[in-house]
């Protein structure tokens, strides 16, 4: 049974940093697209950042670009999205995401892909 657990979120002030967690068990952790979304009170989900966890390469959001970070560990199954800089407008339930192992994908596919396989979400809130 495939399982992506989030922790990592809480409350801060902005300008403040996270760092989220999402651990992945259940299927192969390998040559898969994972990325991060979130949902605000109200809103559409977005996509925020992607991941190959191939090769490494990472894309993201414009709104969050040069602030977010996505980063894997290979060993540990797990993916993580570092936010600095946070912003009101950041707060939103975060999910993780991913799909099952597919050969030569590029983070900018990954970030537009349909998953298959989403995490409970956790809640990220930066106050003013």
């Known amino acids: 049974q495939v399982q992506l657990v989030e922790s990592g979120g809480g409350s801060v002030q902005a300008g403040g940093s996270l760092r989220l967690s999402c651990a992945a068990s259940g299927y192969t952790y390998s040559s898969n697209c994972m990325g991060w979304f979130r949902q605000a009170a109200g809103k559409e989900r977005e996509g925020v950042a992607a991941?190959?966890?191939?090769?490494?390469?990472?894309y993201y959001a414009d709104s969050v670009k040069g602030r977010f970070t996505i980063s894997q560990d290979n060993a540990k199954n797990t993916v993580y999205l570092q936010m600095n800089s946070l912003k009101p407008e950041d707060t939103a339930m975060y999910y993780c995401?991913?799909?099952?192992?597919?050969?030569?994908?590029?983070?900018?596919?990954?970030?537009?892909?349909?998953?298959?396989?989403w995490g409970q979400g956790t809640q990220v809130t930066v106050s003013s």
């Open positions: 995401a991913a799909d099952p192992p597919s050969p030569h994908r590029s983070a900018g596919y990954c970030y537009t892909t349909q998953f298959n396989y």
């Open positions: 991941i190959y966890t191939g090769t490494g390469s990472t």
